[in-house]
Each structure stands twice: as C-alpha cells, then as structure tokens.
C-alpha cells in the first residue's frame, strides 16, 4: 500500500525550482547529483534565467511543467517559500523540500514564516520536509535531493542500500554518511528532518519501519515532538526485527543550549529518554564512529549472539584488556566449563589461560589446525554467545579460513578484532564475520549491540502497554484538584498504597488527642492544598514526645505558614504516628511533555537531592519492571540485608510502585506530578508505609 511519504522519499518525477547550472551552489547539486548517478526519473530544472541546465530543458515557471511530478524541491529563500508552495500544490505537486533557513531557529520574524509554512501544510494537505533541510537521497533509486558533497567524495555505493539514516541535523547527517561509507555500509535513504514544520522525525521513522529496503536504522535527536508517535514507530521497528540505533543530543547544560539555539528545540529531560530507549530496546550511542560502527555490526543481528562472552586472544595483556573492557560495559566473561577448557588445553601450553579469557598464545602459528578445534568449541557450548578472537595482521589471515568455516557451520556470532592490516578483512565480513579495528571501539559497539540482543524477544513494556487494568482506575472516584496531602494519600491508598495512621486536628488540644490515641512520638503537618512544600513553609514538626510538645508545635506550625503563605486555606493539622526503622525511598512521577507519565524510583528522605540515586522507567509499571528498578539503584543493598541488618520487605514496595503507577495513570492529563517521599521500606514481611505525599496539578486544573 502507498505511504504518504512515498513521492517524497522515493519520487518518480522532481521538480528543482531555483535551479542553477552551477554544482556548487544548492539549485544545481542535486540535479548534478541526480545526473551524475543516473537517477531514471523525470528530472525538471525552474529558474527563467536558464534556457537549459545541466543538459536539461529549464522551465520559466511552476505553472509551466507538466503534470504528474512528485516532489518539488525549493532552492528559494525563506520569504518566498510559502507562496511558492501554493503555487505547487495548485499545479498537483504531491511533496515539497524546503532547504532555506530563517524560519523558526531565526528569531520571532523566522517563527511567523514558520507559522504560516505550518498553516500552509496543516490545510492543504501538502507532504512538506524541512525547511532548514538538507534535503535526502535515495540511494537504491539515485534519487539525491540533497545539496551534499559527500555523495561525490565517500566512497561509491554498489550493492543494494539496507541501513537508514534519519537526523535532526544535515551536517550530522552529511558526517555519520562519510564515517559509515568507509566501514562500507551500504544506505538506503538518507534524511534529514530541519525544523519539522510539518513533517517529525517520528513520521519519517513510522515510514522506515515498514519500508521493505530498511533492515538498520540510524538516528540523531535533539528534540522529539511527538513522543507517542515516536513510541509506536521505534515499538514497531522492534516488531519487524530492524535495530533502532539513536544518538540523542543535550547530555549537559550547554549541550541543551546549542540545541535550542539550532533548531528552537528543547531538549527534553534526558534521563525520560534514556528510559524510553532502554523501554523501547532502542540501541543508544554517544558518538558517529560508534554509530557508524553499530550500523555495521547490525548487519550481522540475524547470527546467533548475547552478552556472554568468550575471548580469544594471542595475547594475554590483550584479552586481560578486553576482559575488562567488556564487564565494565556490562557484558559478562563467564568461567569456561571444564570439558571445554579440556579441549583448549590440548592444543594450547600450560602458561597459555583458558579458562576465559583464553590466551592460545604465539603457538597457533605452529598448529593452525588447532584454531578450528577451538573455534569449534567456543562457537557451541551453552556457556557463551558471543566470541571476540583478537589477532592482528598476518596471524588473522592464518586464521581466515578457520573463522570462515566456523560460520558457515555455526550461527554463533564471531567477532574478529584486527589493530595490524590483515589482508582477509573482507573476506571475513563477506562470510558473516565482523572485523573491528580498534579494541576500545570493538566493545563500545559490542556492549550496546549485545544488550540489544538479549532484549530483542522480550517486549514486556509493549505488553504492559496493552493491558487496560493498568490504565483504569479500578472504579476510584477522580481526585478533585488542587489537593492536600491527606487527599492525595487516601486517593493513592485507594490504588493500593499503603498508608500510616494519622487524624486531622484543627486545634492544639484536638492535635494532642489525636496524638495521644495514636501514641507518641508523632509528627504534625500543615494541611493545606496551598502550601504543598511543608517544609520550606515551617510547616512540619516531627519527634513530638508529649503533649507539650505538641501544642507548642501546633501553634508555630500556624503561625510560621501564616507568614510564608497569609492567603493560604488551611484544613488544618495532620497529626501522624513516627514511622521507625526501614529503608526510605522516593517514587515520584512526572507528566513528560513528550512520553507522557514517567517514573521516578529511589533513594528517598532528605539524601535524594544529594545521592541522586535513582531509576526511570515510562508509565506503565508492574511488580516484575519496580523490582528491576530497585535492583538498579546503587542503594540496593541496603534493602537487600547490607551488613547484616535485616532485608526490606521488597515485595511489598514492588506491590506499592505498581500500585503508585496505576493511579497516576488514573491522574494523566489533570496532574503534572505525583509524589511519594519517603515511602517506608520496613523490614521483610512488615510492608511499606507512604509517609508523605504530593500531587501537583497542572495549570488549569489548579
């Protein structure tokens, strides 16, 4: 079936309106591009000041080509663009490339020629890509509607493209191109989003997900706009097998700031999307060598592979290093067992290593026959998935054909890692084994790429996704808002959350009664949907030893949030039983402005700010996905029985965290964040405790 992006990314007719004759400036590169690699077909220069251009018969204007062209390239500047749209669109022109600059990364006067570009598309219908674009190329079709040298300059392309490109940047675009090129990875489109006026980077995706010459996908983000969309696109290229690697912008402060100032974007909270990558079994890089290098070994994704690793090496020093290199990028080096370390002891010398990694030392020069028998073992013992064989030069060309014939007749991946100028690289990559050149680069791209392996059969969050019980509300009636604490307490009570005993007084005696059934020591709070940071209102009193105490602190409490906030409304003074012992932790939930509902799971109390030891995960979450959460934070065993205290009641605080995230689910739309700190973890079989808790409305519900 027809895509709507189809006459944009794979036309049959273009139209190159502000055509020149000259390859050096952006009217004539693409229709040299397009000539010179024999793009088959239609191809319509428009600029009245030529007669031909590059050959080609030019036409003075719009109205005076024929009908039936696809795509429309616009080699105009900012002011003219919109009016020129119309006039394609009224010739039947279905898509348009929009290159000029000066739209909304210029300042107001560029928004307003945004707004009416955006207007323009939204009625009329029109498949309209940048502006502030590149333009893109289809290399299967030599369809190039990019002004770029690089197509001239990386090397040529001559088997059939299977790896995407998709950027929020033509320069990025442009480098990641060149850097995979020299790795001879073989692209099918090449796309540059722009400002994203009316086309987002997530459309572009949902089309690449089902596009029939895309197996690997690169990305480069620096802001999604529709997170959603971008949710069910990156959730169905994993349904379709076809690795997602991205490269997300705005790690720092200052990183932020060059993406707004580039694209008027803002870059959104960067740990929100690290979770929504890792959720979404996307496979996330930090620079072009190792996206370029992830596009490469992706190609080898259908061989049998996962994070348990053997590694062969000629050299001790060098497998030590990988050894390393590996588990500290979370891969594992397990221990051969002893049948298989048998088998390599009979070919390699007793200060040879073998129990992994396995060091089979210079002597595999002197029996090369060896090498098969190895390989062999490695390549089919339930121990491992993956082998790394570190050789460099002449010693992996001794070896070729060994790897090659291990391949062939395993579906194990082997990796083949060569710092000399081995004569067999190809050879090796055209029988399904990778060649990496650089130790450092071989596990930056194997760690992310084997993880992404493990998780490939498993989409637990998808399936979450689809079950409607988490996201009712199990006939709760809605939380009016703005709310207090208690409100906010007993609504996540209702969800399953448990609470801690605790009465409302609205005077200092009725506060000591309250105090006194519940038993001291207690803790008094101001109540009030106003004053929703208690603290920094003078607000909270805790420790209370006896009813002195308490109605002095029931009359500083009124009195300090009489002066930090004189309009608030009081509902008076929440009197709770002190909570002892147990693990304090913070589960807390934002409204994403991309992704939605998003958790917030850890060390809690007045050490959150501090330690910053935390966990994120998309809405929803069940038991299984809150228990990997808390295995996640560096606090862990603190409530895992550390130094022999007693272990935290864990289940009971999964039970919470699934309960927290089924009732903020329940809140989406109507509240900006949802807060429980601390939520007690008592010790095993005593269950959890909200102490204290916080929902913040969003503007409107106020």
Not at 202 to 213: P, R, T
Not at 494 to 511: C, D, K, L, M, N
């Amino acid at each position: 079936m027809a895509h709507r992006l189809d006459p944009l990314l794979n036309p049959r007719s273009i139209a190159i309106i502000g055509a020149s004759d000259n390859p050096g400036r952006i009217g004539g590169m693409p229709i040299d591009l397009l000539t010179r690699f024999g793009y088959a077909g239609a191809i319509h220069p428009v600029n009245p000041k030529y007669a031909t251009v590059f050959g080609l018969p030019c036409h003075a204007s719009v109205e005076a080509l024929p009908d039936g062209i696809d795509l429309a390239v616009l080699a105009i500047g900012a002011a003219e663009v919109t009016p020129m749209l119309e006039r394609c669109h009224a010739r039947g022109i279905r898509a348009a490339i929009v290159y000029a600059a000066g739209f909304a990364e210029a300042g107001a006067e560029g928004a307003a020629l945004q707004a009416v570009l955006e207007d323009f598309a939204q009625r009329s219908g029109m498949v309209v890509a940048g502006p502030n674009c590149m333009g893109f190329a289809n290399l299967n079709q030599n369809a190039y509607t990019a002004f770029a040298s690089v197509f001239k300059t990386a090397p040529q392309q001559q088997e059939r493209g299977t790896v995407s490109l998709l950027t929020q940047s033509g320069n990025v675009c442009a480098a990641v191109f060149a850097i995979a090129r020299e790795l001879g990875v073989p692209f099918s489109h090449f796309i540059n989003t722009g400002n994203e006026a009316s086309l987002d980077f997530a459309e572009y995706l949902e089309y690449l997900a089902q596009d029939a010459d895309t197996d690997v996908i690169l990305g480069y983000i620096e802001e999604l706009r529709d997170g959603q969309r971008f949710i069910q696109a990156a959730s169905a290229c994993a349904a379709a097998d076809k690795p997602l690697i991205l490269f997300k912008a705005g790690e720092t402060e200052k990183g932020r700031e060059a993406v707004r100032s580039h694209t008027s974007a803002l870059a959104g909270n960067q740990q929100i999307y690290r979770a929504a990558f890792a959720q979404l079994n996307v496979i996330e890089c930090q620079d072009f060598a190792q996206m370029a290098h992830l596009a490469e070994l992706a190609r080898y994704r259908q061989r049998s592979a996962g994070k348990r690793v053997a590694i062969v090496s000629i050299s001790g020093a060098v497998g030590a290093i990988l050894a390393d290199k590996c588990i500290g990028r979370g891969l594992e080096v397990p221990t051969l067992p002893a049948a298989i370390q048998d088998t390599l002891r009979a070919g390699i010398p007793d200060y040879g290593m073998v129990s992994n990694p396995v060091d089979v030392t210079g002597n595999v020069v002197n029996d090369p026959g060896f090498v098969r028998t190895a390989l062999a073992a490695l390549a089919t013992t339930d121990a491992v998935d993956t082998v790394i064989v570190y050789a460099p030069g002449y010693l992996l060309d001794r070896m070729a054909d060994d790897l090659v014939a291990t391949a062939a007749a395993h579906a194990r991946l082997i990796v083949a890692v060569d710092t000399g100028r081995a004569t067999c690289r190809d050879k090796l990559r055209r029988h399904g084994v990778p060649v990496m050149t650089d130790i450092g680069m071989t596990v930056e791209t194997l760690a992310p790429f084997l993880q992404w392996h493990d998780r490939r059969r498993r989409q637990p969050w998808q399936a979450l996704q689809g079950r409607d019980t988490l996201r009712a509300s199990n006939g709760v009636p809605a939380l009016p808002l703005p709310c207090n604490e208690l409100d906010a307490r007993n609504y996540l009570s209702a969800h399953g959350v448990p609470g801690i005993a605790e009465r409302i007084a609205t005077s200092a005696e009725a506060a000591v009664d309250a105090a006194t059934a519940l038993g001291f020591p207690v803790a008094l709070k101001i109540l009030s949907a106003d004053v929703p940071h208690k603290t920094e209102a003078g607000g909270v009193r805790l420790r209370l030893a006896d009813a002195d105490a308490v109605r002095t602190a029931y009359g500083e409490i009124l009195a300090s949030v009489a002066r930090h906030a004189p309009d608030a409304r009081i509902d008076g003074v929440l009197v709770q039983a002190m909570a002892a012992g147990g693990v304090e932790l913070i589960v807390g939930a934002v409204d994403d402005p991309v992704f939605g509902p998003a958790l917030t799971v850890g060390l809690g109390g007045v050490l959150t700010e501090l330690y910053r030891d935390v966990s994120h995960r998309l809405l929803p979450v069940d038991e299984t996905v809150a228990h990997a959460m808390l295995r996640e934070l560096k606090a862990f065993p603190l409530l895992d029985g550390f130094r022999n205290a007693p272990p935290g009641d864990v289940p009971a605080a999964c039970q919470a965290i699934a309960a927290f995230s089924q009732a903020v689910l329940g809140l989406r739309g109507t509240a900006r964040e949802v807060e429980i700190n601390p939520l007690l973890v008592r010790p095993l079989d005593h269950g959890v405790a909200m102490l204290d808790a916080l929902v913040v409305p969003h503007e409107g519900h106020a």
